[in-house]
């Protein structure tokens, strides 16, 4: 019974070391990459970027945002204001019905 055990198992051995060449001499596998590996491309993103950020306007160009009364904005060119356009203040719309200096 010993020597069919050894036999066995000589058998399995003599098996298991044809086989391991045959598994280092296989040529190394390579890695093929994926949908997940691939570049996802440029994506949307609105507004400036870096230094795309336009530089602020003259003072003298911008809107101005503060009249101390109604002369001052007829005299501007500024007139009528309407409530939510820059320069517009309740102390200049005196019957409080959205036009200033009216």
């Known amino acids: 019974m010993i020597r069919r055990c050894a036999a066995a198992t000589f058998g399995a051995m003599s ?8 598994i280092a001499e296989s040529p190394p596998f390579s890695v093929v990459s994926g949908p997940r590996d691939a570049d996802p491309g ?4 609105p507004g400036p970027k870096g230094n795309n950020v336009p530089p602020p306007k003259d003072d003298d160009e911008r ?3 503060y009249y101390a009364n109604c ?9 009528p204001l309407y409530r939510g356009e ?3 203040a309740s102390y200049l719309d005196f019957d409080g019905d959205g036009i200033a200096c009216n």
Not at 42 to 45: E, H, L, M, N
Not at 71 to 79: K, S, T
């Open 15 to 22: 098996m298991l070391a044809m086989a391991a060449p045959a």
């Open 42 to 45: 440029p994506t949307y993103r």
């Open 63 to 65: 809107p101005r945002r």
């Open 71 to 79: 002369d001052q904005v007829r005299a501007e060119g500024a007139w």
């Open 86 to 88: 820059p320069g517009y």
